[in-house]
């Protein structure tokens, strides 16, 4: 079973940065582990739908961003601490949300699912 954590949630002003950890551990049924997962990260706000930020192959050579983020947030991965990093600068109010870490066999495609960590961007 692979459980994922996120964390660096918090609240902060407009123009201000954060950084998102996601912690992974175990494998999928399959024996797939991290180091060989496709991650990402989704966003939803209140009283809106689920929506994909950015998300990075196992490899790291590909990722894929949200366009409302493209420029200001960068994912990346240390598989050696089976760990996924969302840099989030020059943050907007409509960036708030719960930020949820996702694992999956490819980019796209997710099977594992974070609890989320929220994010408030006061104007």
């Known amino acids: 079973q692979v459980h994922l954590v996120e964390s660096g949630g918090g609240l902060v002003q407009a123009g201000d940065s954060l950084r998102l950890s996601c912690a992974a551990s175990?494998?999928?049924?399959?024996?797939?582990?991290?180091?060989?997962?496709?991650m990402g990260w989704f966003r939803q706000a209140p009283g809106k739908e689920r929506e994909p930020v950015a998300a990075?192959?196992?490899?790291?050579?590909?990722?894929d961003y949200a366009d409302s983020v493209k420029g200001r947030f960068t994912i990346s991965r240390d598989n050696a601490k089976n760990t996924v990093y969302l840099q989030m600068n020059s943050l907007k109010p409509e960036d708030t949300g719960v930020y949820y870490c996702?694992?999956?066999?490819?980019?796209?495609?997710?099977?594992?699912w974070g609890r989320g960590t929220q994010v408030t961007v006061s104007s």
């Open positions: 996702t694992s999956g066999p490819v980019r796209g495609t997710y099977d594992y």
């Open positions: 175990g494998r999928t049924y399959s024996g797939r582990t991290f180091s060989r997962s496709a």
């Open positions: 990075i192959s196992w490899s790291t050579s590909n990722t």
